[in-house]
């Protein structure tokens, strides 16, 4: 440690196995808030882009943000309903990190348990580490670079049965997984392209997490997310070996700010893919 006046310089970061324990503890302690407004009903409210928004995702946010001051306080935080708000970092030249503290509100609303609590950490644009919770299935994803596990989530708060996953090579025909609530004709169209595919409707950043578990092999999403939506599915897919592109061929970047043709963060329309399946665009 240094001595004199470097010693009062901020707290090391933890190390990234650390810090993804961290998170899914945090993601957990939400999962569990999460469950307890599931099982007594919340009312509904619009956000200023006609989003919907629960008392769930509130409380969920403000659960992790308080976490994440503990664990990594020097790491600024993108989290959805604060960007909502106004409150986004002045400045994202280093890592971050991206929250989505109840992703698929639709499903949670309608009473399908598609939903999960997404928390991740970008370096350098990419997605390197992530946790994606999904309570209502006990199930939790989490990665760091070059390993994606899977694990059994038990009352809410112990994790058993935690495994390597890996995505699978490339089948043909492929199994195609698309977004349950927001399907759209050009998806219908990229879908039409594979004779014989298998489709799968799944809601949240799970649909990642089926191409990291070789459960499915294409997440087409030509409709509009957030950062906060993919990031820590697409670090779990991207640590099992997969990967997301933009339709011009390159990786989903984060960190966007200042885009000439939408808002801060938006992502443009990609393709997941989990074996090479050389999809053109």
Same mark, same amino acid.
């Given at each position: 440690?240094?001595?004199?006046?470097?010693?009062?310089?901020?707290?090391?970061?933890?190390?990234?196995?650390?810090?993804?324990?961290?998170?899914?503890?945090?993601?957990?302690?939400?999962? !569990?808030?999460?469950?307890?407004?599931?099982?007594?009903?919340?009312?509904?409210?619009?956000?200023?882009?006609?989003?919907?928004?629960?008392?769930?995702?509130?409380?969920?946010?403000a659960?992790?943000?308080?976490?994440?001051?503990?664990?990594?306080?020097?790491?600024?935080?993108?989290?959805?309903?604060?960007?909502?708000a106004?409150?986004?970092?002045?400045?994202?030249?280093?890592?971050?990190?991206?929250?989505?503290?109840?992703?698929?509100?639709?499903e949670?609303?309608?009473?399908?348990?598609?939903?999960?609590?997404?928390?991740?950490l970008?370096?350098?644009?990419?997605p390197?580490?992530?946790?994606?919770?999904?309570?209502?299935?006990?199930?939790?994803?989490?990665?760091?670079?070059?390993?994606?596990?899977?694990?059994?989530?038990?009352?809410g708060?112990?994790?058993?049965?935690?495994?390597?996953?890996?995505?699978?090579?490339?089948p043909?025909?492929?199994?195609?997984?698309?977004?349950?609530?927001h399907?759209?004709?050009?998806?219908?169209?990229?879908?039409?392209?594979?004779?014989?595919?298998?489709?799968?409707?799944?809601?949240s950043s799970?649909?990642?997490?089926?191409?990291?578990?070789?459960?499915?092999?294409?997440?087409? !999403?030509?409709?509009?997310t957030m950062?906060?939506?993919?990031?820590?599915?697409?670090?779990?897919?991207?640590?099992?070996?997969?990967?997301?592109?933009?339709?011009?061929?390159?990786?989903?970047?984060?960190?966007?700010?200042?885009q000439?043709?939408d808002?801060?963060?938006?992502?443009?329309?990609?393709?997941?893919?989990a074996?090479?399946?050389?999809?053109?665009?």
């Amino acid at each position: 440690m240094l001595s004199g006046e470097g010693a009062a310089a901020r707290p090391a970061q933890p190390a990234d196995a650390d810090l993804v324990a961290g998170l899914e503890e945090l993601a957990l302690e939400a999962g !569990r808030a999460i469950m307890a407004c599931y099982a007594r009903g919340v009312s509904v409210s619009e956000k200023a882009d006609a989003s919907p928004v629960t008392e769930a995702d509130t409380t969920a946010e403000a659960i992790i943000l308080r976490g994440l001051a503990r664990l990594c306080p020097q790491v600024p935080v993108v989290a959805e309903e604060s960007v909502a708000a106004g409150r986004v970092p002045p400045a994202l030249d280093g890592a971050f990190l991206l929250v989505d503290p109840l992703d698929g509100t639709r499903e949670f609303v309608n009473r399908r348990d598609d939903f999960t609590v997404n928390i991740a950490l970008v370096r350098g644009g990419v997605p390197e580490l992530g946790v994606v919770y999904a309570p209502a299935r006990s199930a939790l994803f989490a990665a760091r670079p070059d390993r994606a596990e899977a694990a059994t989530v038990e009352d809410g708060a112990r994790v058993v049965a935690r495994g390597a996953i890996a995505v699978r090579g490339a089948p043909e025909p492929p199994v195609i997984v698309a977004s349950r609530s927001h399907r759209t004709a050009e998806t219908d169209a990229f879908i039409a392209r594979f004779p014989g595919a298998e489709l799968m409707a799944v809601g949240s950043s799970l649909k990642f997490c089926m191409l990291a578990s070789g459960r499915a092999d294409l997440y087409p !999403r030509f409709g509009r997310t957030m950062e906060w939506d993919t990031a820590a599915g697409d670090a779990v897919l991207r640590a099992a070996g997969g990967r997301t592109l933009t339709l011009d061929g390159r990786p989903l970047a984060y960190g966007k700010r200042d885009q000439p043709h939408d808002s801060d963060f938006a992502n443009p329309w990609f393709v997941a893919e989990a074996g090479c399946h050389a999809v053109a665009r």
